[in-house]
């Protein structure tokens, strides 16, 4: 399951200094695009908008990428 956008796991993810050990290839471009938004500054705007694109990727993709959002976020 996908933490809501308030969750303390997405600041722990897109501000985690390492890659979290994914497999899925199209994780690993969104998380490139997340590390682009936030190469410019990490405001809180950029934050933000890198947890948007992370969340809506996660969401349109849950089941093909469940794999990864578990190991980024741990089993529920």
Request: hydrophobic share 40%.
């Amino acid at each position: 399951m996908i933490p809501h956008k308030a969750d303390h796991r997405w600041l722990k993810f897109i501000l985690g200094a390492e890659d979290p050990p994914v497999s899925n290839l199209s994780t690993k471009m969104m998380m490139m695009r997340v590390r682009m938004i936030l190469g410019g500054g990490s405001s809180s705007e950029r934050i933000q908008e890198a947890i948007d694109l992370a969340y809506d990727f996660f969401e349109k993709n849950e089941l093909s990428v469940k794999e990864d959002i578990d190991a980024i976020f741990g089993k529920e």
